[in-house]
């Protein structure tokens, strides 16, 4: 460190320099990054520093707030760093750790879609979901069950949440998704007549398959309200059946809420009195049936208008 101490002493000496420029090189070599970056690199002498001295004041400036270098505005969110190439001082510029977290936070979102929900459910989380009483206490161990069996990477089974209108199980739900994000897993939630009408605004479009494989193929499905769409046997078969039969293939957990049970559904999607239709309906909830746990829902309706 002496020797570049030294160096700096002369730098600031010589006496062909104007004293403008002297009491910025001052700045400079004072400055606390460059005087680490000196102190960490002894192969630096005199001649590099005065050299390297607008790469230095660049440095310098750009870490105390100036974001103007020479006419150009530096990226906003880079930060500079100082290293040695070839014998000279250069400075480069890497993602500061304040982008770092905005790219982070922007990657993590995407991880967790809400589709055609309210927003009062968005910021859904367990530690605010009510355990008053039984059924809920066993629907959020079940929820937590799930997210461990996920995080340890095993064949784990979706939910089917059933009970009447506004009891939580939407809430639970978007609980669970926001969970996922956290664990940086991909989900969709998904409002199922939302999804319905979506899908049929869709179907005429070269969006479609795009539309449809996204939601075959998300590591975890969240269907909220499953029985509320209007049913038709192109939503149970070209729909929803293509995408349940895929997932179960392939084994992606899928979680649903409903106001029906498994059999109230299974009628739901016998939409007429044909053989053909009942089949249908008993093929599609056989998949539901094989691929969830059903977590009932009861007590009053807690949704305040």
Do not use: C
């Not at 002369?10 to 970056?37: C, N, T, Y």
């Not at 367990?126 to 461990?148: E, H, M, V």
């Amino acid at each position: 460190m002496e020797h570049i101490q030294s160096s700096i002493e002369k730098i600031l000496s010589r006496p062909d320099v104007a004293e403008s420029v002297r009491a910025i090189q001052q700045r400079v070599l004072s400055h606390p990054g460059v005087v680490m970056f000196l102190r960490t690199h002894p192969e630096i002498d005199q001649r590099m520093i005065e050299r390297g001295m607008l790469k230095l004041n660049e440095y310098a400036e750009q870490m105390d707030g100036n974001r103007l270098i020479e006419n150009k505005a530096v990226i906003e969110g880079y930060q500079p760093i100082l290293h040695v190439e070839k014998g000279q001082i250069v400075v480069s510029y890497e993602k500061s750790q304040a982008l770092k977290d905005r790219e982070d936070e922007r990657a993590l979102e995407k991880k967790f879609k809400s589709l055609f929900l309210p927003d009062e459910v968005r910021d859904a989380n367990f530690s605010d979901f009510d355990l008053s009483t039984t059924d809920r206490k066993l629907a959020l161990r079940a929820a937590s069950q799930f997210l461990n069996h996920l995080r340890s990477k095993e064949q784990v089974k979706g939910l089917y949440l059933h009970g009447s209108f506004g009891v939580g199980k939407t809430y639970l739900l978007a609980a669970i998704g926001n969970a996922l994000k956290k664990e940086r897993i991909a989900t969709i939630l998904v409002h199922a007549p939302g999804f319905v009408a979506e899908a049929k605004r869709r179907i005429r479009s070269d969006s479609f398959d795009t539309f449809l494989e996204g939601f075959q193929t998300i590591p975890v499905l969240l269907i909220d309200d499953i029985g509320a769409e209007s049913i038709s046997p192109w939503v149970r078969d070209e729909l929803f059946g293509i995408i349940l039969q895929y997932r179960m293939m392939h084994r992606l957990p899928t979680l649903f809420s409903s106001n029906l049970s498994y059999d109230e559904l299974e009628l739901h999607f016998g939409i007429t009195n044909d053989q053909g239709d009942k089949l249908k309906a008993a093929r599609l909830m056989e998949r539901i049936r094989t691929t969830t746990q059903p977590i009932e829902f009861l007590g009053e309706n807690r949704r305040r208008y």
